[in-house]
């Protein structure tokens, strides 16, 4: 064999081991690169970008979070009314955490309750309803929003006035009413943190032509401020679901006769309230079309009345719920969930300027339970009814006691 024979075989035998260990580069290479992107993912579950809300319809729920299929659903109104914190979402929750509205495009319709919610991913909006304070008088409220990955906000107002002059007796009637709301929140650390704020007026002015013999202004007022502050781990949860959180109310109520306030017994008392909570949500039991969650609650309020009545009340509630959820069906289109939770008032106190006069007591509450269906159609399209009362209220009172609720909502996904 010459020479030139012997070097062209090295070459062949140089550029056959060559290939070789190019093919096998590429046949080990994704594998390990699907093992890093992996760590990486685990390794930043609980940073800021993963714990962003994620489109509806296929939720990309960090790995070391809530791995369960009943999360990645968005229910209505119906759903969790006893807000354990360990279920799904509902559209109430995402109005308190405005940042959940993040790439989620929905229109959500609820005639029971008089509400709708409609999102595009991160506008949104929403029209409601609100009660004053006072009395059952209703105002309907505008929502406009804007929500991110990781941060979302909006505002709420809902306006009204109409004055009433009657020339007659020379005097004129004034009603007013505003409700001015906004709220902010933000996920850090794979937490979220939310802030709010609620101011509801309502005014009645009565006023008398001065030419009028012991004429005299009267003006009732009634106003009231919402505070709420709440800290959750929701984002990056495993099994255990908690929010920390404290909500301040500051209620006014007064009658002024020529700008001096006087006592009315018609009118409800003025007072101040401080209300630290926390909320916890676990699955006991679970598998892949059915589970069980458990849910409790223990609020601290403090209550200050200021004048005319000088007095305060302090009261310690525990809440404790059941839920339980079921899909049925090969494709889980159709659900069934239902629950039942009551208010504890393990302690309260109340006590008046009078020395001889105090008020200790605790109770049970009546359970409020009830029950609820959801079917959705293909992948765009879900209805939902509840149904529920307060139990134990009696014999063959069902679907009679002020309790009652019957709860029907659509959403249409996109």
């Avoid at 914190?85 to 989620?104: D, G, I, K, S, V």
Wanted: negative net charge; without cysteine; proline residues 3%.
């Amino acid at each position: 064999m010459n020479l030139k024979t012997m070097f062209g075989i090295g070459l062949v035998s140089i550029g056959v081991a060559f290939a070789q260990d190019a093919y096998e580069s590429y046949t080990t290479a994704p594998s390990m690169s699907e093992q890093e992107l992996q760590k990486q993912e685990e390794q930043a579950a609980s940073s800021e970008k993963l714990t962003a809300p994620v489109p509806f319809v296929k939720p990309d729920i960090p790995k070391e979070s809530k791995r369960s299929a009943f999360n990645s659903i968005l229910h209505g109104k119906s759903y969790n009314r006893n807000s354990n914190m360990a279920a799904a979402n509902n559209t109430e929750l995402l109005l308190t955490y405005p940042n959940l509205f993040a790439n989620r495009k929905f229109f959500y319709i609820e005639p029971t309750n008089k509400m709708s919610v409609l999102s595009l991913g991160s506008f949104f909006t929403a029209f409601d309803i609100t009660k004053a304070t006072h009395d059952n008088s209703q105002l309907g409220r505008l929502t406009l929003g804007y929500a991110a990955p990781g941060f979302g906000a909006y505002i709420r107002a809902g306006l009204g006035a109409s004055w009433y002059e009657n020339d007659d007796v020379e005097s004129d009637t004034t009603y007013g009413g505003d409700d001015w709301a906004a709220a902010i929140a933000k996920s850090f650390l794979g937490m979220n943190v939310s802030a709010s704020a609620d101011w509801v007026t309502h005014k009645k002015k009565v006023h008398v032509e001065p030419a009028e013999k012991n004429a005299k202004e009267t003006e009732d007022r009634f106003d009231s401020l919402t505070l709420s502050l709440n800290l959750t781990n929701a984002p990056t949860a495993k099994n255990f679901t908690w929010t920390l959180g404290a909500r301040f109310i500051s209620f006014n109520s007064e009658k002024k006769v020529d700008d001096d306030v006087v006592a009315d017994d018609d009118n409800l008392d003025s007072f101040w309230e401080i209300d630290p909570y926390v909320r916890g949500g676990l699955a006991v039991l679970e598998n892949e079309n059915a589970r069980i969650l458990f849910g409790a609650a223990a609020i601290f309020a403090y209550r200050h009345y200021d004048d005319p009545v000088d007095a305060f009340s302090f009261a310690t509630i525990i809440q404790p719920s059941m839920m339980g959820e079921v899909f049925l069906g090969e494709n889980k289109n159709f659900m069934f969930y239902g629950e039942a939770g009551y208010d504890w008032v393990a302690f309260r106190y109340y006590k008046h300027d009078d020395p001889d006069f105090s008020v200790k007591g605790y109770n049970m509450n009546t359970v409020n339970a009830s029950i609820g269906f959801r079917y959705q159609y293909k992948d765009f399209l879900s209805v939902e009814l509840g149904l529920g009362e307060k139990l134990f209220t009696g014999l063959g009172n069902y679907f009679q006691e002020d309790g009652t609720f019957v709860d029907f909502s659509a959403m249409v996904r996109f």
